[in-house]
């Protein structure tokens, strides 16, 4: 009997010291990667030209948020994961997710006309016979401009708000009407916001639903994502990041698009995007496999394929990524899932200069390559 006991002690004591050994190894881990994500958000927060820094880092289901600057230049204004920021861009990673739903329950093809679902005539979206097609508006290929209405580059930020204040659902698609594509659609990269407002458009036809009601139902409110909205309340006002251009100058919000918001209106927390970025690595769900599916590859080296408006490339040992960035006047985002590893990041800050996506891209690359050897 007294063996036995010294057996199960034995044992016992033999898997509390491995117990003690793992936990030891990932105290260790856990503190190496605090160490140089402070080290990329320090290093970052300290070039003048940036305000505020948030970091949120998911890997095998755990969550980290790391806060660097401030909120508003001139007070020591931490950020946290309830800061709030303008995602800009990252709004079209919503409309990809959106329409990969709508294609699933047959609402849409990805291969219908695009006039198919508009009221009206459209001849300008035809080119040589060739038609623009809903996936030229998800992949970026359809020949539209950038902008519709288009502008000058020589207005100011606040002219730009005022100018696309006004524009309705209907005056928008009164200026698609006067558009002429030059190109075959499919064949060519051409980034347009005005594609992805033009399936939001759809979306909100085939649903009966608006654009926001389609983001809370599918995406912000299974998954439990409170902050993410399209305005900010005045109670919220205290945590809201304010924006700042190169020259360090406060700049008002990101185009206010009421009408036609499905390119850049969401406003998001770190702790919100570490959700998003939990419910992206899960490909087995058939909306966010369809929505991350490329597309449209890239000929040239270096440019990522894209997919529902997701882009993606593949790493030289196989691994594949899944990015979007966003920038407004004041803000810069930039988020990426990597599904096989079960990692995701995202950094979101309050300055637009030229070169801060840039860095945010090379930050997250790093860091990510800091997760992998782990």
């Known amino acids: 009997m007294k063996i036995k006991i010294s057996v199960i002690l034995l044992l016992v004591l033999n898997i509390l010291a491995a117990f003690c050994q793992a936990s030891h190894k990932q105290n260790q881990a856990e503190r190496s990667l605090n160490e140089e994500v402070d080290k990329a958000g320090l290093k970052f927060t300290s070039n003048p030209v940036h305000v505020g820094l ?10 980290h948020t790391y806060n660097y600057g401030s909120i508003e230049k001139g007070r020591q204004v931490k950020p946290t994961a309830k ?21 699933l329950e047959k609402k849409i093809s990805l291969n219908d006309d695009v006039t198919k679902y508009l009221d009206g005539s459209y001849p300008g979206l035809v080119y040589e016979g060739h038609s623009v097609k809903i996936i030229n508006l998800a992949n970026h290929t359809s020949g539209l401009p950038k902008n519709v209405p288009d502008y000058k580059k020589s207005l100011s930020p606040e002219q730009i708000i005022n100018l696309y204040k006004n524009v309705s659902e209907k005056r928008f698609l009164d200026e698609v009407t ?26 909100e036809k085939v649903y009966h639903m608006s654009y926001a009601d389609l983001v809370k139902k599918y995406i912000t409110k299974p998954n439990h994502m409170e902050d993410t909205r399209f305005s900010v309340n005045y109670s919220d006002k205290a945590r809201f990041a304010k924006g700042y251009n190169e020259k360090g100058m406060q700049m008002p919000l990101l185009l206010q698009w009421v009408s036609v918001p499905a390119a850049a209106s969401i406003k998001s927390t770190v702790d919100d995007m570490l959700s998003y ?5 899960n490909e087995k769900a058939p909306a966010i496999a369809l929505a991350h599916q490329v597309t449209f590859k890239h000929s040239a080296e270096g440019d990522n394929d894209i997919g529902l408006f997701w882009f993606s490339k593949t790493l030289p040992n196989g691994t594949r990524e899944v990015m979007h960035a966003g920038g407004s006047f004041g803000t810069t985002t930039y988020c990426l899932v990597c599904p096989s590893q079960h990692i995701g990041i995202v950094c979101l800050c309050n300055d637009a200069a030229p070169g801060t996506e840039h860095e945010l891209t090379i930050m997250c690359d790093d860091l990510l390559s800091r997760l992998y050897k782990k």
């Open 83 to 103: 800061t709030i920021y303008e995602i800009a861009s990252i709004t079209k990673s919503f409309t990809g997710i959106l329409l990969a739903h709508a294609v």
């Open 277 to 281: 970025l939990k419910v992206n690595m």
């Open 54 to 63: 948030s970091i949120g880092i998911v890997e095998n289901g755990s969550s």
């Open 178 to 203: 006067k558009i002429k594509i030059n190109r075959i659609p499919g064949s060519q990269f051409n980034y347009s916001n005005a594609g992805a407002q033009l399936i939001g458009i759809i979306l």
